[in-house]
């Protein structure tokens, strides 16, 4: 999606209407280039490939196919230690008043009860570019303008370039390990999934990833996903990169019950606190109570207002405002049924001390112990 204040150029602001202006309408029957800057077109009855070239002047052309597109010329070239020069991609949902034919969004997280996705790349050497899925989520189902929130998951990084942010843990999802980075754009919050080598092709569920970001407190299930993206972002060169193939649903209705971590019983929390004038230290011991193994765990809860956490032991925690994720290491993921595992931190404290409330393990309530 277009970003306009990543990409430090007046470019960027140009208004919507100007979008739909260049839009091709359509299905496309054959082969179709397109080299205008927010050009689109339809493909299969159901996607729309756009060539969203926001952050230069020079050419950019791509050719939809029937089954996806191809950057056939990509004259742009911007530094690596900023935005690049365009998002050519293919895409489900709304994306500045373009919506793709058919879509049902934007359509609210807690509807959502999967979201299948399928892709092909072909990857070409020599250039500067990430190879995103751009998933866009926001507190209203708008369909114009930027969300708040924007998921990006790396398949592939070729050259010095970097997600936007820095790193704050990492993640198991897709059946893969992924680096997580977070930060800020100056327009819309970020997270970003970094892949450690090259993925040509992946089939996943989108939801996987949306309910991780959830889980560290970026969004709620009250939110709406506006939109799926998946193509490139080019700093330098990039002809002959391509989506060869896409598929993308989002289903709705009612969510397939998921069993709390570890089978029936869930978890429970034993939480102890140490306070003075101005910090504090915490004990944080959890206790599977289900029968069933929990392999990999993520704990999410809220801080009371005036606490900050500065270090932490046996857990990768970070904080976001209030909102703090826990996630197991190495040799502390694994709960057998009955097991304990703690982790601990220390923080500083401004006001009255006051222990949190409520926590969740992998996104299920947990009770109090």
Same mark, same amino acid.
């Given at each position: 999606?277009?970003?306009?204040l990543r990409a430090l150029?007046?470019?960027g602001?140009?208004?919507?209407?100007s #979008?739909?202006?260049v !839009?091709?309408g359509? $299905?496309a029957? !054959?082969?179709t280039l397109?080299?205008e800057q927010?050009?689109?077109?339809?493909?299969?009855?159901? %996607?729309?490939?756009?060539?969203n070239?926001? =952050?230069?002047?020079?050419?950019?052309?791509i *050719?939809?196919?029937?089954t996806g597109f191809e950057i056939?010329?990509?004259?742009?070239?911007?530094?690596?230690?900023?935005a $690049?020069?365009?998002?050519?991609?293919i /895409?489900?949902?709304c994306?500045?008043t373009?919506?793709?034919?058919?879509?049902n969004?934007p359509?609210?997280?807690?509807?959502?009860?999967s979201?299948?996705?399928?892709i092909?790349?072909? %990857?070409?050497? =020599?250039?500067?570019? &990430?190879a995103? %899925?751009? #998933? +866009?989520?926001d507190?209203?189902?708008?369909?114009d303008g930027?969300n708040?929130?924007e998921?990006m998951?790396?398949l592939n990084?070729q050259?010095?370039i970097?997600? #936007?942010?820095?790193?704050?843990g990492?993640a *198991?999802?897709?059946?893969?390990? +992924?680096?997580?980075?977070?930060?800020?754009n100056?327009?819309?919050?970020?997270?970003?999934y970094?892949?450690?080598?090259a993925?040509?092709?992946l089939s @996943?569920n989108v939801?996987? @990833?949306?309910?991780?970001t959830?889980?560290?407190?970026?969004?709620?299930?009250?939110?709406y996903?506006t939109?799926?993206q998946?193509g @490139?972002?080019?700093?330098q060169?990039g002809?002959?990169l391509a989506?060869?193939? @896409?598929?993308?649903?989002?289903?709705t209705?009612? $969510?397939?019950?998921?069993?709390?971590?570890?089978?029936?019983?869930?978890c429970?929390?034993?939480?102890?606190? &140490?306070?003075?004038? &101005?910090g /504090?230290t915490?004990d944080?011991?959890v206790t599977?109570t =289900?029968?069933?193994?929990?392999?990999?765990?993520?704990?999410a809860?809220?801080l009371?207002?005036?606490?900050?956490i500065?270090?932490? +032991?046996n857990?990768t925690?970070?904080?976001?405002?209030?909102?703090v994720t826990?996630?197991?290491?190495?040799?502390? =993921?694994t709960?057998?049924?009955?097991a304990?595992?703690? /982790?601990?931190?220390?923080?500083?404290?401004?006001?009255? %001390?006051s222990?949190p409330?409520?926590?969740?393990?992998n996104g299920q309530?947990?009770?109090?112990?």
């Open positions: 999606m277009k970003r306009p150029a007046a470019v602001l140009l208004a919507a209407g #979008i739909a202006a !839009a091709l359509g $299905p029957s !054959a082969d397109i080299c927010y050009g689109s077109t339809v493909i299969g009855g159901k %996607y729309v490939v756009q060539n070239r926001w =952050g230069t002047t020079a050419q950019q052309c *050719n939809a196919t029937s056939i010329t990509q004259n742009g070239s911007s530094p690596t230690n900023g $690049p020069t365009a998002y050519p991609s /895409f489900v949902g994306h500045y373009n919506c793709s034919p058919g879509t969004l359509v609210q997280v807690s509807r959502i009860s979201a299948p996705s399928s092909n790349y072909r %990857y070409v050497s =020599g250039a500067t570019y &990430n995103s %899925y751009d #998933i +866009w989520l507190p209203s189902p708008k369909r930027v708040q929130m998921i998951i790396w990084r050259g010095s970097q997600p #936007i942010g820095s790193p704050v990492t *198991n999802i897709a059946g893969r390990s +992924w680096e997580v980075w977070r930060g800020s100056g327009s819309n919050n970020v997270i970003s970094l892949s450690p080598s993925i040509p092709s @996943f939801l996987d @990833f949306i309910n991780d959830r889980n560290r407190g970026a969004i709620t299930n009250s939110w996903l939109s799926i998946a @490139f972002e080019p700093w060169g002809a002959g989506v060869t193939n @896409f598929s993308q649903s989002v289903n209705g009612t $969510p397939p019950t998921t069993p709390p971590p570890g089978g029936t019983g869930g429970a929390v034993k939480y102890t606190s &140490n306070s003075w004038n &101005n /504090f915490a944080v011991q599977n =289900g029968s069933s193994t929990i392999n990999g765990w993520t704990m809860y809220n009371p207002a005036g606490q900050q500065t270090s932490a +032991w857990a925690v970070t904080q976001s405002g209030s909102a826990a996630r197991n290491i190495s040799h502390n =993921g709960i057998a049924p009955g304990t595992v703690s /982790f601990g931190y220390q923080g500083s404290l401004s006001g009255t %001390y222990s409330t409520s926590f969740t393990l309530s947990c009770t109090r112990s």
